[in-house]
């Protein structure tokens, strides 16, 4: 006759649900990005079968100096999720500043570019099929960024009462990872919209 002992288990951790803000925004941006796909897909579709003009070679300049600003806003904001995180407030205020600031500058850029597409190159998005799937894909990151600068100028505000501390170092990093999200999408859109699509 055997005899069985009761063994008992290793005690293991608990599994603990991952905190809402960063899934929630990972949600985001994989919905996010299967939007994007879409219109960069169709913008590659399009392409070179537009029947009248103006065609990209005639009129698309490569925004280098709108890109590098934007690209650099990764770093910045990088660099205040970095001070927050350290509890150096005055830093983080300072990076997250440059930020919009170079956020705003791409803006800018975007906004001063279009003007001369239509106004002064005719481009527009009854033009041709170009100007449709130009202006939708993007104008599309451009709302993003437009979106993304409001939530960081609404952070500044309030930071600049004071009511940010480094415990808060968690909620900022949810919202620096959607704006890293929108730094991506530029270098996808910059790429086929100017270097492939030209």
């Known amino acids: 006759m055997s005899t069985y002992s009761l063994v008992q288990p290793p005690e293991t951790d608990a599994w603990e649900l ?36 103006p065609t990209p070679a005639q009129v698309l300049e490569i925004p280098w100096f709108n890109s590098i600003c934007l690209l650099s806003s990764s770093l910045t904001i990088w660099r205040s999720e970095h001070a927050i995180t350290a509890g150096r407030i005055a830093q983080f205020k300072a990076w997250w500043m ?35 799937t130009f202006y939708s894909l993007v104008g599309l990151h451009a709302t993003h960024v437009v979106v993304g600068l409001v939530m960081l100028t609404l952070v500044m505000a309030i ?21 890293h999200f929108v730094d991506a999408v530029w270098v996808v859109v910059f790429t086929v919209v100017y270097i492939l699509g030209r």
């Open 18 to 53: 991952p905190a809402r803000g960063p899934v929630a925004m990972v949600s985001l941006i994989i919905g996010e990005t299967a939007i994007f796909t879409i219109f960069v897909v169709a913008y590659l579709f399009y392409l070179g079968k537009s029947l009248t003009g």
């Open 98 to 132: 440059a930020t919009i600031a170079l956020g705003t500058i791409f803006l800018a850029g975007t906004a001063t570019e279009w003007r001369k597409l239509i106004y002064q190159d005719g481009l527009t998005v009854h033009s041709n099929l170009f100007g449709t």
């Open 159 to 179: 930071a600049l009462t004071g009511k940010i501390q480094a415990e808060h170092a968690e909620r900022i990093k949810v919202l620096a990872l959607y704006w």
